[in-house]
């Protein structure tokens, strides 16, 4: 199956940067698209950004589009979200997930960053 | 908008069938795969239903679902105490755009 382990979430101040990283194993990394899905504390899983399994492909939610770069380091088997100028909205446990295609996703156990003054 | 809609909360008896929904608002879901998520308090998001209708190994054959007339549906018979969670669908589309989840419901096993 494998295994996600997401690090870097912190407690920063509005306006502020994170850069999030994900430590897959178990799975040949580099084969697959890989996502960060974030979910605000009480709410709903919403989805942030994709990478293609090659890092050429990138997609972002209109809601971070221009503040929030996703990457990834097939060589270290390692995925990131470099998040800047970052809002009190963005408060969430951001999850790095596995795309499976039509058989679903597989999510890490989150990291939380929360954004307040 | 590409919106995916589920009834905020559904409740069921022990032993009861639950059944939960998934309609698309502008997003066609007859001619895309679902996947549904469960997502016990504090834990991570579990598959449990992925392509409309099958199960992945380990999940218990109560758990079935649909995809029919532009509805999804998430069935869970003989409803037990821990199926008590938040469940999502998503939409599992091959095109480049964005990924969709459901809003949500929270099952509660009364």
């Known amino acids: 199956e494998g295994q996600l382990v997401e690090s870097g979430g912190a407690l920063v101040q509005p306006g502020g940067s994170l850069r999030l990283s994900c430590a897959a194993s178990?799975?040949?990394?580099?084969?697959?698209?890989m996502h960060w899905v974030r979910q605000a504390p009480g709410k709903g899983l919403v989805w942030v950004s994709r990478i293609s399994f090659d890092g050429t492909n990138t997609t972002y939610a209109d809601s971070v589009r221009g503040r929030f770069t996703i990457s990834r380091d097939n060589a270290k088997n390692m995925l990131f979200l470099q998040m800047d100028s970052l809002r009190p909205e963005d408060t969430a446990v951001y999850y790095c997930v596995r795309d499976r295609h039509s058989n679903g996703f597989n999510w890490g156990q989150g990291t939380l960053v929360t954004v307040s003054s | 908008s590409n919106d995916v809609t589920q009834p905020p909360s559904v409740s069921v008896s022990p032993g009861q069938t639950a059944s939960i929904t998934c309609s698309g608002d502008?997003?066609?879901?007859?001619?895309?795969?679902i996947c549904w998520y469960q997502q016990i308090a504090g834990q991570s998001p579990v598959v449990v239903i992925f392509?409309?209708?099958k199960r992945p190994s380990g999940i218990p054959e109560r758990f079935s679902g649909s995809n029919s007339g532009n509805i999804g549906t998430l069935t869970i018979s003989e409803t037990q105490p821990e199926d008590e969670a938040d469940y999502y669908c998503?939409?599992?589309?091959?095109?480049?755009?964005?990924?969709?989840f459901g809003g949500g419901t929270k099952l509660t096993v009364l």
């Open positions: 392509q409309d209708n």
């Open positions: 502008g997003v066609k879901l007859g001619d895309k795969y």
């Open positions: 998503q939409v599992w589309d091959s095109s480049t755009g964005p990924v969709v």
């Open positions: 178990g799975f040949t990394f580099s084969s697959y698209w």
